[in-house]
């Protein structure tokens, strides 16, 4: 597991587990394996939630949006 300081610079064809121990402040809620971050060889990043409770992620400035486990969501540049 790699848990070097956010954030995360993931190349084409890369991938990234995020965990509570990529967390400032670990909480037990968060899974040991929450999500996994892919970069595809066209560059598309792909958020799979593997976690117990679900996954939040946010366009820039929008509201906290749920992805439960094993639901997957293609990212544009600016989501967070």
Avoid at 48 to 61: E, M, Q, V, Y
Wanted: charged share 20%; aromatic share 8%.
């Amino acid at each position: 597991q790699d848990y070097r300081p956010l954030p995360y610079k993931l190349r084409n064809g890369e991938m990234q587990v995020l965990s509570r121990w990529n967390m400032a402040q670990q909480k037990l809620t968060v899974s040991r394996v929450q999500c996994a971050v892919r970069v595809a060889a066209s560059g598309a990043a792909t958020l799979t939630s593997c976690g117990k409770g679900p996954t939040l992620w946010r366009a820039w400035g929008g509201p906290w949006n749920a992805l439960h486990r094993e639901e997957r969501r293609v990212h544009s540049d600016g989501d967070h």
